[in-house]
T-cell receptor
């Protein structure tokens, strides 16, 4: 089954404690991206990757890091999480190196206290 | 920066009626416009998309229209059913970088039986 898998689905952490949210896709897609979803603000793009070793900033990259060492995985790293990073995070992937016909993961709800 | 405005933020219709959601975008060079449906507790799911060389696209009860001159596009759902109740997001792909997808803030559609 074609899917984008995020882990964990739920996470509560404390300010300053580094964390990683993993994202893996099994469709051999070139393009992967991370979004955060906040009430009243919709989906905002954090980072995207058009292929292995190619990443670029989206609209809200501050406080986040990503890496794309292999095609299937695109982890989101919060080096020093802060409460304003409490949000619902989605990973997405699509073929062809552009975000057309993107598949989304189920989401990761992060709470930073 | 570039943005996508979506209206209305909430929409309530009776089962069987039509629903229309409208979006405007700022980047005149945008060339890809997807619509996503997000059900409670799930990730967004692509329902229809349109590219800038097409004015209208239909898929059963769903249609999207694009007016490039006015920089707006709309989602039309006919013969609505209770299972159409969800949050709908429009988006526009920025030509800059080719990987930056800008989303509207969403429309919560409620279809009353």
């Amino acid at each position: 089954e074609a899917q984008v898998t995020q882990n964990p689905r739920y996470l509560i952490t404390v300010t300053g404690k580094k964390l990683t949210v993993t994202c893996s896709q099994n469709m051999n897609h070139e393009y992967m991206s991370w979004y955060r979803q906040d009430p009243g603000l919709g989906l905002r793009q954090i980072y995207y990757s058009m292929n292995v070793e190619v990443t670029d900033k989206g609209d809200v990259p501050e406080g986040y890091k990503v890496s794309r060492k292999e095609k299937r995985n695109f982890p989101l790293i919060l080096e020093s999480p802060s409460p304003n990073q409490t949000s619902l995070y989605f990973c997405a992937s699509s073929a062809g190196g552009v975000p057309t016909e993107a598949f989304f993961g189920q989401g990761t709800r992060l709470t930073v206290v | 920066g570039e943005n996508v405005e979506q209206h209305p933020s909430t929409l309530s219709v009776q089962e069987g009626d039509s629903a229309v959601i409208k979006c405007t975008y700022s980047d005149s060079a945008s060339n890809y416009f997807p619509w996503y449906k997000q059900e409670l507790g799930k990730g967004p799911q692509l329902i229809i998309d349109i590219r800038s060389n097409v004015g209208e696209k239909k898929d059963q009860r769903i249609a999207v229209t694009l007016n490039k001159t006015a920089k707006h596009f709309s989602l039309h759902i006919t013969e609505t059913q209770p299972e159409d109740s969800a949050v709908y997001f429009c988006a526009a792909l920025l030509v800059r970088g080719q990987g930056n997808l800008i989303f509207g803030k969403g429309t919560k559609l409620s279809v009353k039986p």
